[in-house]
């Protein structure tokens, strides 16, 4: 008997679903350079200078969420900038996304 009995084979259904990334909810396709304004937020600001202006808050939390709040980032507020994590392979962020987010905070005066 050269045969596997089938009933003794464990077959494990697996549900196949699509990886939704979180930043495909946004547009990226008309991507352009970085451009800092003076007196304006940008990407290069820390969380900490972000947080202490609601509107730049509302626009870092548009696209991270909560994620600053976490007693683990929390210290890292006045050091980290969103350009940073970019550079943070674990934070998944495409270069795309940067200029799209420093031109909303562009529009926000310090």
């Not at 009995?5 to 495909?24: G, L, M, R, T």
């Not at 870092?60 to 980032?73: L, V």
């Amino acid at each position: 008997m050269n045969e596997i009995d089938p009933s003794y084979i464990c077959k494990k259904e697996e549900a196949a679903q699509p990886v939704v990334n979180w930043f495909e909810k946004f547009d990226l396709s008309q991507v352009q350079s970085i451009e800092l304004k003076e007196g304006y937020y940008s990407t290069f600001d820390t969380i900490e200078d972000l947080y202490s202006n609601e509107s730049a808050k509302a626009v870092f939390h548009k696209y991270f969420g909560n994620m600053a709040e976490t007693p683990r980032f929390e210290v890292l507020r006045g050091v980290m900038s969103i350009e940073k994590m970019a550079q943070i392979v674990q934070f998944n962020i495409p270069p795309e996304l940067l200029p799209v987010i420093n031109r909303e905070l562009n529009v926000i005066k310090k």
